[in-house]
Structures are given as C-alpha cells and as structure tokens.
Nanobody, 124 residues
C-alpha cells in the first residue's frame, strides 16, 4: 500500500510562486509514474502534470505549460510541483497520485494511489 502526503500549499498573490511536495511511502517509488491533479470548487478534477519513473519524460496541461514544472527525487521518494506566475484560476485543491507503471498518464483513472490534497489559493 502506497501512502502519499502533499505539502506546500497556501495563499499567494497573483504572479507569485509555490512549491508543492508529495512524499511517498509504503511502495517502490522509483517504479511509479507520478501525477499532479487539481480540483476547484464546483469543477471536475483536472490533470495538471505528470512525470515518468525516471523523470525522463514530463507532460503538462496546456493551462500550466511554461509556468509549472514537475520533478522528482527518487532517493527521497518525493515528487515536486514548482508553480510560478500563479493566476487566480490556479486556485484549487492539488492532489498527487501514483500510477503502478513506469509510464505516465493524464487520466486520473489510471492512478491507483492518491494523497489527501493541499489547498492552493491565489488572490488577485
């Protein structure tokens, strides 16, 4: 069983930055592709970014491309999401997820394990 714990959320002004972390335990982290998703109030969960097991490949939603960067440190069992140039529309609960495959996916249905989420609020 894999446990995921997100941290790093908070309140930031538009144009600011935040770095989210997701610490994994209970599994072989280096064998999992990892993803970040978000859900805003009244909206469906949406894909944000994903990274392959080796960090050799990354993929981003068009809405965050060029502003967000996903990375991972397999020695620390941690995946990160650096968020720059934040906009009010980035406000959401952010979740990290683990997929028991070395290949990433943009579909939440392909991920088996989820964290509890961390709130990101961007004020205008």
């Amino acid at each position: 069983q894999v446990q995921l714990v997100e941290s790093g959320g908070g309140l930031v002004q538009a144009g600011g930055s935040l770095r989210l972390s997701c610490a994994a335990s209970g599994g072989t982290f280096s064998r999992y592709a990892m993803g970040w998703f978000r859900q805003a109030p009244g909206k469906e969960r949406e894909f944000v970014a994903a990274i392959s097991w080796s960090a050799g490949s990354t993929y981003y939603a068009d809405s965050v491309k060029g502003r967000f960067t996903i990375s991972r440190d397999n020695a620390k069992n941690t995946v990160y999401l650096q968020m720059n140039s934040l906009k009010p529309e980035d406000t959401a609960v952010y979740y990290c997820a683990a997929r028991t495959s070395i290949y990433f996916s943009r579909s939440g249905n392909d991920y088996s394990y989820w964290g509890q989420g961390t709130q990101v609020t961007v004020s205008s």
